[in-house]
């Protein structure tokens, strides 16, 4: 694994290389676009090999990456994008992109080769959600979505079998919940914390499965100020109240995990990475459990690459080059492989060997049925859901009043948002 | 003698003869203002033009992508309509009002001993600066793991083993504020330190003798020459303390960072919120309505101090 990962962008550079010291001689009209993104090393790798493989196949273009560091990312796009300082390409949360759209600042996609009929029918339903009045205006290479991460030796400690439904993983987690004396948690059955993943776990999985839906009218209208949403919120407020989780528990649930002082976690496919290098930990992972009646979710989320209006002529007719490129089966593949996030196309997802994969295999299943929240302001959407549950723990407001407060507060916030 | 001896004034007198022309003095003032400048410019550039292009913003609503619009006063009616603002204003005053005298007290009782000490005095007082020069934010880390629950944290593990049960210090709306200012108060207590010692060195010896031969009571000495005569250290200690309090952040923003300002805003200050609005929210518009506000307080705040301090 390890020196495939190394070897083949190395191959892959040498042989641009090549290409490129040939290219200047015969061809005259080079084309240079710009390519953005946030530093993450492995995204940084994929990239370059893709970039590499791409000015490989068309030698007229040269694309050329920036990256920033994440923190800095947003704030620098959005600085540089409106004054035409920005890239041709650009890397995007899919949550910032109805503010690039509505001030102008990326193009939509052209329908060929980016037609709605064939995005609809590769991509995962999900990417759907890129769609603004019948055009594409940004496609994901790659895709996240949670699953049920496991440590296999507390589970074998304990004797449990792996669960597949939320009533299951509640018992599962009482076995392998851990006191001292003094009846203090030492070890936690199921990590939880409205601060990680869990405020997606709970919108978009857990009032689904207690028979809601979540948002209305295209995420613009709060609804689960509702029985279903009650149910949800009980079901999760009695996680802690039957003490199978301590909410905070050793600062963060990824920590408690990795520390192996956790058997199970809920969270994304970026945290493949980190687990695989924790030294010791020997974890599983899981599709997340079913509902009460067998009704699985999933939420999903991705980074999407756009065309912002800066790139013209010549330009642009590159940039819809390198974004079919980047889309591509091919590069779905090879980011897979580099940076370990999940394919956006069902046929490259889909495949029996990654389907099936022990590790990505769940979160792929994950996508077939999974959700993806249209946030306008995803921090303070996920505020809203940490302070339901801390009006609960920490005042003792009565969950029914908190829930219709969290509605409340989540409806204003988008009302703010799309009345602007 | 050297009179007739100026050929090349003569050449060019309308070009060299304006500076010529001037005094001695006024040649220093055109010097003293050609070196003043330059620092004059950079501040122009670099905090008034920024400033006033932030009250510009705060009457106004942007979201860094697309273009100004004008609000008039909607985001200051926003701010006055909304609760966590409050809220945040409270806490602001709870950092000020807690952490200023309890740093001053705490900062002059070890001056004023460390200042009778003479056995390892430099080492004790290199070791009161150090959290000064630590960076804020690894001690913040340290100590948000400091208060953990069982089995990570140092002070509930302690208790624990001693069969007392856990206080739960961030994860409450009392006890947060009060352990987050707690470290706050001790990182900036060494600077404070030798700002109060060299304050007490420069208080003339022979004060002190005069007082020892009148027979005087070492409170009488602290009350009536000590005190009275720090004034202005502790002017500039108060001055300095109370602003860092006011715009208090690393400290709550590293500690609380997966609920910023949590639980439940309770220890969230005026910084972190307009950090917030602006880079979390994309709000830029409010975010500047909150620097006004916040810049108003620490105008008013300081000048109270200063007048009420001042030498009489």
């Given amino acids: 694994m390890m020196n495939r990962r190394i070897r083949t962008p190395l191959a892959a550079l040498a042989t641009s290389a090549a290409a490129l010291a040939f290219a200047p001689g015969a061809q005259a009209q080079q084309v240079t676009i710009e390519y953005w993104q946030y530093f993450f090393e492995s995204r940084v790798t994929a990239m370059e090999q893709l970039i590499a493989n791409f000015e490989a196949a068309n030698p007229d273009i040269n694309v050329e990456m920036t990256h920033f560091p994440y923190a800095d990312y947003r704030t620098r796009t959005a600085v540089a994008i409106p004054a035409g300082e920005g890239p041709d390409v650009v890397q995007l949360f899919y949550g910032w992109l109805n503010d690039y759209i509505a001030e102008g600042l990326i193009q939509p996609l052209p329908a060929d080769p980016f037609s709605a009929e064939m995005i609809g029918s590769e991509f995962f339903p999900m990417v759907q959600a890129m769609q603004v009045d019948g055009s594409y205006y940004a496609l994901p290479t790659a895709v996240r979505s949670l699953a049920l991460f496991y440590n296999e030796r507390l589970l074998e400690a304990a004797g449990v079998e792996v669960p597949t439904t939320l009533e299951e993983l509640v018992a599962a987690a009482a076995a392998t919940t851990e006191r001292d004396g003094a009846g203090n948690v030492t070890q936690v059955g199921l990590t939880t914390g409205m601060t990680a993943q869990d405020h997606h776990w709970f919108r978009e999985v857990l009032i ?41 528990f050793m600062d ?12 199970f976690h809920i969270d994304g496919s970026f945290r493949i990475g980190a687990l695989q290098d924790s030294r010791g930990l020997q974890w599983g992972v899981t599709e997340l459990p079913a509902g009460p009646d067998g009704t699985r979710s999933n939420y999903a989320s991705y980074w999407v690459n756009a065309i912002t209006s800066s790139a013209e002529g010549a330009e642009y007719e590159a940039a819809v080059r390198f974004m079919e490129y980047i889309t591509s089966p091919e590069a779905m593949e090879i980011w897979l492989e580099v940076v370990g996030e999940l394919p956006a196309r069902v046929d490259v997802g889909m495949t029996p060997e990654n389907a099936d994969d022990p590790v990505f295999g769940p979160f792929i299943r994950g996508l077939e049925y999974a959700n993806t929240t249209i946030f306008a302001d995803e921090s303070a959407q996920r505020q809203v859901m940490v302070d339901m549950v801390e009006r609960v723990r920490l005042q003792g407001m009565d969950p029914g009043e908190s829930l219709t407060a969290a509605a409340t507060a989540e409806q204003a916030i988008l009302d703010s948002y799309y009345n602007q | ?208 003798e005069a007082a020892k031969i009148d027979g005087v009571s070492s409170w009488t000495v602290l009350w009536e020459i000590t005190l009275p005569l720090l004034r202005p250290t502790i002017v500039f200690i108060v001055v300095l303390s109370s602003i860092g309090f ?36 994309y709000d830029m518009g409010y975010a500047a309505a909150q620097t006004v506000v916040l810049f108003v307080i620490l105008l008013v705040v300081s000048l109270i101090q200063l007048r009420l301090l001042r030498d009489r």
């Fill in chain 1, 208 to 248: 689904r499965q207690f028979g809601g839906e979540p948002y209305l009218d295209n995420y613009r209208t709060v609804n689960y100020d509702t029985e279903a949403g009650r149910a949800a919120l009980d079901f999760y407020l009695g996680l802690e109240e039957q003490g199978v989780t301590s909410t905070g």
């Fill in chain 1, 252 to 263: 963060e649930p990824q920590a408690a995990f990795r520390a192996g002082r956790a058997a």
């Fill in chain 2, 1 to 208: 003698m050297p009179t007739d001896t100026t050929p090349t004034g003569s050449q060019t007198p309308g070009r060299g003869g304006l500076y010529a022309r001037l005094s001695v003095a006024q040649k220093r003032t055109v010097w003293a203002w050609g070196f003043l400048a330059v620092p004059i410019l950079f501040y122009v550039v670099i905090r008034f033009y920024p400033t006033g292009n932030a009250m510009v913003l705060s009457f106004q609503e942007w979201n860094l992508l697309g273009d100004r619009t004008w609000a008039g006063l909607d985001n200051y009616r926003t701010l006055v309509a909304d609760p966590v603002f409050w809220q945040v204003f409270r806490n602001t005053f709870a950092y000020l009002l807690l952490g200023t005298p309890i740093s001053l007290v705490i900062s002059f009782v070890i001056a004023y001993h460390l200042d009778q000490v003479r056995f390892l005095h430099g080492t004790i007082r290199a070791l009161y600066f150090l959290p000064f020069m630590t960076s804020a934010v690894a001690m913040a880390w340290v100590w948000r793991w400091f208060y953990q629950d069982v089995p990570i944290g140092l002070f509930n593990n302690m208790l624990a083993s001693v069969g007392i049960p856990q206080i739960s210090f961030l994860r409450s709306t009392t006890n947060a504020l009060p352990a987050i200012l707690a470290p706050a108060i001790w990182a900036g207590l060494g600077f404070q330190i030798i700002i109060f010692m060299a304050g007490l060195r420069a208080i003339p010896r022979s004060f002190y």
């Fill in chain 2, 246 to 281: 006011l715009r208090i952040f690393d400290h709550v923003f590293n500690m609380t960072s997966a609920d910023p300002g949590g639980p439940l805003n309770s220890t969230k200050p005026l910084v972190l919120m307009i950090y917030q609005t602006a880079f979390s929210s």
